[in-house]
């Protein structure tokens, strides 16, 4: 038996003029994000960069299909419901054995 681990990472590229005003935009977007669909989701570098942010996400489950369409689906979520551009993304799809749990 196997698990899948979907991994999601994007750059977004924002209008924001500071850091206060970048985080105003990317934070919620990302909690809208974690409380709609199952995934864990960081800020991960930019974090000092008012034009830009790489954020990502991630989904584990045991149905490959499952975990690639539900991150598809947040992907497309979270470009559509953000005062961001989503400049850059990359999704990742990997399998780990379980036969040694079972």
Do not use: C, H
């Amino acid at each position: 038996m196997k698990a899948y681990l979907g991994l999601y990472t994007a750059r977004l590229e924002t209008p924001a003029r500071s850091l206060k005003e970048k985080r105003a935009l990317i934070k919620p977007a990302l909690e809208r994000l974690k409380a709609r669909f199952p995934v864990s989701a960081a800020r991960l570098y930019g974090l000092d960069a008012w034009g830009y942010e790489v954020v990502g996400f991630t989904l584990l489950g045991n149905d490959p299909a499952w975990v690639e369409a539900t991150l598809r689906e947040a992907a497309r979520f979270l470009a559509q419901n953000g005062a961001f551009r989503v400049a850059l993304e990359e999704f990742r799809l990997e399998a780990f054995e379980l036969d040694g749990l079972i």
